[in-house]
Structure formats: C-alpha cells, structure tokens
C-alpha cells in the first residue's frame, strides 16, 4: 500500500511545494497556487491577474457585481480577477446580492462545482437553504470536515455552536433561531431587513496560550478531514486501500508509517488557500476559510483574532512561516508571544 506521506509529497509537489528531505518544508514565498487548470496543472497566476493586467480603469471604479457564488465584489475588477484566478464566477446582477437570493446562489454554485470536478472539489461547503424564504438556514453542515453549527440568515456561523457529526448530535440553536424568525421584511427591490444580531457580533475576549493550542489542535484536525477527503478522492490507480484516520505522527515515525507530519499537514493546506501562486495569503484568499473553520471551531475568540494574530509583521498578508509559526501549537516561542 503507498503511504500517506507518498500520496502527501506527490500532491505537495504538484502544488509547486517542495518538500525537502521529507520534512514538508518548503522555502518562504514557494510556489503554492491553488489554481488548478483541467489537465490538473498548477498555474502561476500572480502575476498574470493583477488587477492593472485584466481591468479597465472603469472595472476599478464600478459599482459592486453580485457574482454567480452568491459573493458581492467592490467592482467588476474584482469579480475579473476571481474568474482569470479559476473562480468561475459571472456576473448575476449588479449591486449587492439580495440576502434572499444568496443562499440559493452558494448552493448551486458549489454543486455545479462539484458535479464538474468531484476530486478537486471534495472539501467544498453546500449550504442549506430555506424552501420559503431562500436564507441561509438556522442549522448548517460540513459534511467533509464532519461538523455541523447554528447559522445566522445570512450565512454567518454562530461561533461556539459546532458539533462534530461523528457525536451524533445536532446543534441547539434555539436561543440563536430570532435571528431567523424575528420579522423580515422584503421590499420591492428585495431588500431585507433583519434582525440586528445577524450585522453586527459580540467583542471578542482574549484569547489566552492554552486556548491558542486548543484552537490549533482543533483546526489541524479539521485539516487532517479535508486531507483525508482529498486523499481517498484522487484518481490514484496505485493504492486500493486507504486509511480511514490521518495520524499527525512526528518525522521519523512518518518515515515508517502513514502518519502525515504536522509540518506537512500546514503547507498542503496553505498551497490550498494560496490561490494566486505568490507565497502569501490575502485577507481575501481566508474569507471562506474564516468564514467556517475558523468559526467553527473553538475557542471563538482564537478565530476571531486568528488573521491578525498569524500577520506578526503586520502587513495584511501571512506568508508560508508566518502560517506555519502561527498553527505550530507546539512552538514553545510561539505561544509565548500570545500576549
């Protein structure tokens, strides 16, 4: 049977990360672009979808696009370079995304997604949407990460309500369900007016050094499901029998095992987030990631303050160390900088 690591090295290097005696490092600023084109090649694409390269002085000035994902872009510039990125996202109208259509947009978004490419898009979130209304319902889940949480109408998960599917257990989101049934009014333009709670959140507490190794034990398992989900769901005609577990298991016992290294289980996911192939994460290449795991999983106040907290030069982009520093929970210096 070919090992995980194996399988981790020859999907790392198709990333462009190398992997340097099987360590799962890889040089700051590598090649990590999670474009992929349909002959399953990764793309530079840094520098071919800069903004001054695919948009008109108009495209940066416009007003916003609602995109076919159910996202809301500043301009047309930023819906063109989403598309020239691998997004393939149109234009569904112009202005914001009415809240009563966004839902539905997300979803059939994704399940065309999938439905084109099951392997490359096995991780991606479908949202569940009210029959009636078309907002976001007050219970979502993840079935690849394997968690479910209470959700505002418009999409937003509650922090603190996560719970792993494998509980069996559902989420009580009783105390947070008048976010969904307060009175909502559509106008004639489909705009809606809502209950407050779903604009504006609670302060953020502290997030102290225990919590910060709780919350990145947490996220690294979420890492390890997604990983998991890709692996069984590459066209590998090598390996017939798969592990049902990711064990983050140390160097050497990688070498002997099927455990993947925490090291390598943060640089396959950065070479994920990293859509346009420069080394460094954009505030834009976390939303959907802070926008469910970062959520989900707890303490909230850790996701909440997770972005600013990996930017340690404060420049509103995290680099391949700055993400590894950030979620390597056993950095003895790391956690000690928490305050």
Request: hydrophobic share 30%; with cysteine.
């Amino acid at each position: 049977m070919v090992k995980v690591y194996q399988h981790l090295a020859r999907m790392l290097l198709i990333l462009g990360v190398a992997i340097v005696g099987g360590s799962g490092a890889a040089p700051v600023g590598a090649s990590t672009s999670s474009e992929v084109t349909s002959q399953g090649r990764r793309d530079n694409s840094s520098e071919r979808c800069k903004p001054d390269t695919v948009c008109s002085e108009k495209d940066l000035h416009g007003v916003q696009i609602c995109g076919t994902n159910g996202k809301t872009y500043a301009n047309p510039c930023e819906l063109r370079v989403a598309a020239c990125l691998g997004v393939p996202v149109q234009m569904h109208g112009i202005g914001e995304c009415l809240l009563s259509e966004r839902c539905r947009l997300e979803r059939d978004f994704q399940l065309a997604r999938i439905a084109e490419n099951a392997t490359l898009y096995v991780n991606e979130f479908i949202p569940e949407c009210d029959a009636t209304s078309g907002l976001y319902t007050s219970i979502q889940c993840h079935m690849a990460i394997g968690y479910c949480w209470c959700s505002t109408i418009k999409g937003i998960a509650i922090s603190g309500t996560s719970v792993s599917i494998d509980s069996g257990d559902r989420p009580d989101c009783t105390e947070h369900e008048h976010r969904s049934l307060s009175p909502i009014h559509v106008d004639a333009t489909g705009s809606i007016t809502h209950h407050p709670d779903d604009i504006k959140g609670t302060a953020a507490s502290e997030c102290s050094a225990a919590d910060r190794i709780q919350f990145n034990s947490g996220l690294l398992e979420v890492f390890g499901k997604a990983y998991l989900n890709t692996l069984k769901n590459t066209n590998d005609t090598e390996s017939t029998d798969e592990p049902n577990t990711v064990n983050i298991g140390n160097e050497e016992d990688s070498k002997k095992t099927n455990d993947v290294t925490q090291k390598q289980l943060i640089v396959w996911k950065f070479a994920q987030l990293d859509i346009d192939n420069n080394g460094r994460l954009t505030p834009a290449e976390l939303e959907d990631e802070h926008r469910l795991t970062l959520r989900i999983v707890g303490p909230k106040a850790c996701g909440r303050s997770f972005g600013d907290y990996c930017d340690k030069n404060s420049d509103k982009l995290i680099d391949l160390q700055e993400w590894t520093n950030c979620l390597d929970s056993a950095s003895k210096t790391n956690t000690a900088e928490e305050h």
